[in-house]
């Protein structure tokens, strides 16, 4: 599966922002997480039907994932977004829906967030 995501950029404290990833096929899609220094890390994840959704438990009610299921795309919104968001975000795919990242067998190039304060 082949993955692009795109969306990201500089912005301030408190602002939003939509982050995109177009895949060609229909997949189970997570969006996870790195920023330097740090691991990689899971945010949310769509199922291919987009009837089901897991988020990670420090962005619930900040972010939403969905999906335009004819596009084959899945979104990433982030509200109300802090400097400790600053981070490559990465989309990927899996064969289920889950939040672990070794499941996840396709890797979007990743797009950098900054946060400014």
């Known amino acids: 599966v082949q993955l692009q995501a795109s969306g990201g950029g500089l912005v301030q404290a408190g602002s939003s922002l939509r982050l995109s990833c177009t895949a060609s096929?229909?997949?189970?899609m997570g969006w996870f997480r790195q920023a330097p220094g740090k691991e990689r890390g899971f945010l949310a994840a769509?199922?291919?039907?987009?009837?089901?959704?897991y988020y990670a438990p420090s962005v619930k009610g900040r972010v939403t994932i969905s999906r335009d299921t004819g596009k084959n795309t899945v979104y990433l919104q982030m509200d109300r977004l802090k400097p400790e968001d600053t981070a490559v975000y990465y989309c990927?795919?899996?064969?289920?829906?889950?939040?672990?990242?070794?499941?996840?067998?396709?890797w979007g190039q990743g797009t950098q967030v900054t946060v400014s304060s």
């Open positions: 769509i199922s291919w039907r987009g009837t089901s959704r």
């Open positions: 096929d229909k997949k189970d």
């Open positions: 990927a795919a899996s064969d289920k829906l889950t939040t672990e990242l070794e499941a996840y067998h396709s």
